[in-house]
């Protein structure tokens, strides 16, 4: 299968071929046509010459997505987009791991500089950078601080927005006692969860916040919601979490103490994984869009390869509503 078999069932010449493929269309190929060529190449399963291609170019057509860990469903997600991006745009994508949240860690090549063209990095992983930021690649760093020097641009997720929806939703059904589940990372992205929680809460009258900080697990969950269930004082009526793993081990540890949820607490998560609607009741979260995260990152940094301004970007998130959160007890 070659570029010419794709031209002749788009109906273009090869240079416009070429010149989809290779993402320098715009301005110089429409954009009916530019569908049609990549509308045939998927048909044809069509893939560049990519090593003959690096040798015109001077690069590598490889992109670093470092994130810090594999087993969550959130990263999978992230990977999946900007992969399926990077691939429109004739890349391949090295996925790096950063395990345990710790770095700095080794440099994956005996020189980044050399075998990477790019690297797409979510701020959880940020330790593991500090060689990659030395090689002076350019860098897209995903929910990471917009204020960052070092990266060509950030795309966020309004992650403060939708905490704020979480926890306003929660006051208005009356619980004035909550407590955050924080998750216990150093990395921007839970600095500002754990910002956004205690100003809505302050904002309303009469209600206290507790918070219980906890690495990210299942039984983690579950233990730091059972002491702040069974602390001194008051229980609480609500528990926000920062994540829906967090809030999983949380519902473990309220039917392990015999309280119904959400009769009696109520229990919120972020992310909207699938663990959302296999626990019961099904969780009320946070619904982030990971594989358009992924796929935005891919964008901005294919931008500013190709010598174009990378916008740095906030995508939207919603809250989803679902059983595990109702009306405080009286």
Known sequence: ???????????????????????????????????????????????????????????????????????????ARVHTGAARVAAEHGFGVVLYPSPELVGPAPDPFASASTALDGVIASSM???????????????????????DPQAAATVNLDIPAGIRDVTRHLLELGHRRL???????????????????????????????ATVRTRIGVPDGEAAARAALTGPGPRPTALVCDDDILAAGALKAARRLGLRVPQDLS??????????????????????????????GMRALIAALDGRAPTSVTLPVRLVVRGSSGSAPE
């Open 179 to 209: 407590v955050h589940l924080a998750a216990d990372v150093d990395s921007w992205t839970f600095t500002v969860r754990a910002r956004a929680v205690a100003e809505t809460v302050r904002a309303a009258p009469e209600a206290e916040l």
């Open 1 to 75: 299968m070659t570029s010419r078999d794709v031209a002749r069932a788009a109906g273009v010449s090869q240079a416009a071929v070429s010149l989809v493929l290779s993402d320098k269309w715009r301005g110089r190929v429409s954009e009916a046509k530019a569908a049609a060529v990549r509308g045939a190449a998927r048909e044809l399963g069509y893939r560049p010459n990519l090593a003959a291609r690096s040798l015109r170019l001077g690069r590598t057509r490889t992109a670093l997505l470092v994130v810090p860990v594999l087993t969550t469903e959130f990263f």
């Open 267 to 296: 229990v919120t998560g972020c992310d909207d994984l699938p663990l959302a609607t296999a626990v019961e009741p099904e969780l009320t979260t946070v619904h982030l869009p990971a594989e358009e995260f992924g796929a935005t």
């Open 125 to 147: 992983a940020a330790g593991a950078l500090s060689t990659l930021r030395d090689g002076g690649l350019p860098l897209v760093m995903l929910d990471s601080d917009p204020a």
